[in-house]
């Protein structure tokens, strides 16, 4: 949680504006890691490949953490008596100015004969700097949360700080540095328009000011208030990580649940003591926590999971303790049917149960959905069928984020796009849609290569996996040569 100092503020909501449904970021890492060097442009669909160990997990949750800062919510302690100091997610949180810096730009506008320009400029410095330093705080703490520890620890061995420049649509860029001594920096840069949009704002700011020769900290108020409107499109959205081992994950969801149900309101009382989770566990069972069992838009392409199942996963409610919510997996066996508690399904049941339960409930158009090793525990003709219902989210505006060690998978989707060639309908992929990248060794380190599909939807050769399938070939070849030369 990020503390504000107890002061009287005004504020400037943020022009920051990420497109989601015609979703646009970009993202250049170094030394973060085991990554020495990534440089990624955020599709609809993107997806990471790699061999184990080279940092696919730590680029799919440090994207994860840079779209989840528009969700963190303020602190309300620190509310202004106009209750202009509201939750706000981050990207639309307010540049705090406060009332004291403007009597004194007010003051400087009037006695020392500043040009309008020069005003303008300090003012916009100003608000930049302390949106910079808010940020940096809320990184910080967001980046320990999700990778549960210090951020000095995120830094690749091989060097003494990480450097990030992460672009949203073409507003912003954010330009961060982690050092190995715990220490972060952020600094934004507004781009193009937006910048003279604030500049615009800030010297209406000053010509009120000038008018009346002092702080009109109302008019003021009302002013920043109104430019909410003008500069931010509200694009709503939900960004959500499911990570990988979720079949042994929900597995536990049982007991965490009744536990923090049970317990959390009490557990201060009795001086229990919550041991703590991984942030990605932790996260997982915040988000599976909110079912309930509703439907939401995209039910229908969730239905496509019960073919999968041959069954169905429901949520059910528990009179005790009030809130909890027990998984269930119903099936037909010949003629007859039946249901068992989830703990005790197949494990391609468990592994996908998440994935269906929130599609249909939570996801909407605009949704971030990021998903680790969708592959696990799923026969070939599984895996197709979840690459299926992945093209439809995409055509329905949900982005999606895979890292897979499938080739299955990935030779799906490279046969979607050719099918878009021929008929561009759900279960088509535009090739300007998708992004994959290979992470492969480096020197200290691995780096991001992009990985082309043609249209005609036909990959050649798939690096790492097609390397493995070679050596299989040419091992079975030595195998029966060695063979026919011993008989």
Not at 124 to 138: D, E, F, P, V
Not at 228 to 246: E, S, W
Not at 330 to 344: A, P, Q, V
Not at 376 to 387: D, E, I, R, T
């Amino acid at each position: 949680m990020v503390i504000i100092p107890d002061q009287r503020i005004i504020h400037l909501k943020s022009i920051i504006h990420i497109h989601y449904r015609g979703v646009s970021m970009k993202l250049r890492v170094e030394n973060f890691g085991p990554v020495k060097e990534a440089n990624m442009e955020i599709k609809p669909l993107t997806i990471i490949i790699g061999k184990n160990n080279l940092g696919k997990s730590y680029l799919a949750q440090l994207i994860y953490t840079l779209l989840t800062m528009k969700q963190v919510q303020r602190p309300r302690r620190y509310a202004y008596v106009r209750d202009i100091w509201r939750f706000e997610p981050l990207w639309r949180m307010p540049y705090p100015i406060s009332t004291e810096e403007i009597d004194k730009i007010g003051h400087r506008i009037v006695k020392e004969k500043l040009t309008e320009r020069e005003i303008v400029e300090r003012i916009t410095y100003t608000i930049i700097q302390n949106y910079s330093s808010i940020a940096g705080k809320i990184l910080k703490s967001l980046l320990e949360q999700t990778f549960g520890m210090n951020i000095g620890r995120l830094i690749n061995l091989n060097s003494s700080n990480a450097q990030m420049e992460c672009k949203l649509y073409e507003s912003s860029t954010l330009l961060i540095s982690i050092s190995n001594k715990d220490k972060i920096e952020v600094k934004l840069n507004l781009n193009g328009d937006y910048l003279e949009r604030l500049e615009k704002n800030v010297t209406t700011l000053i010509q009120k000011i000038r008018i009346s020769k002092r702080t009109p900290v109302p008019s003021i108020i009302n002013l920043l208030e109104s430019i909410k409107g003008y500069l931010f499109r509200d694009q709503v959205t939900t960004c959500i990580y499911i990570p990988a081992g979720r079949a042994g994950l929900l597995e536990s969801y049982d007991t965490v649940a009744s536990a923090l149900i049970s317990l959390s309101p009490v557990a201060p009382i009795r001086g229990i003591s919550m041991p703590p989770l991984p942030g990605m566990a932790s996260q997982f069972y915040d988000i599976m926590l909110q079912l309930r069992g509703e439907s939401g838009p995209l039910e229908k392409i969730a239905e496509s999971f019960k073919d999968l199942f041959s069954g169905d996963v429901v949520l059910k409610s528990m009179p005790e303790p009030k809130g909890k919510v027990r998984i269930t997996y119903e099936f037909r066996l010949g003629e007859k049917e039946s249901t068992m508690d989830i703990i005790h399904a197949a494990s391609m049941i468990k592994e996908l149960a998440p994935l269906y339960l929130i599609i249909r409930e939570l996801v909407r158009p605009g949704s971030f959905l990021i998903i680790e090793e969708p592959e696990s525990h799923l026969h070939p003709g599984a895996q197709c069928k979840l690459v299926s219902i992945v093209a439809e989210l995409i055509n329905k505006n949900v982005n999606v984020i895979l890292t897979t060690h499938s080739d299955i998978m990935l030779r799906k989707v490279s046969h979607l796009i050719g099918k878009y060639k021929l008929d561009k309908n759900m279960d088509s992929l535009d090739p300007e849609k998708i992004a994959i990248y290979l992470l492969k060794e480096a020197d200290k380190g691995s780096i991001t290569e992009k990985l082309e599909i043609p249209e005609a939807g036909l990959l050649e050769e798939i690096p790492t996996f097609d390397e493995v399938i070679k050596e299989l070939y040419d091992e079975e070849i030595s195998l029966q040569q060695e063979i026919q030369s011993g008989e």
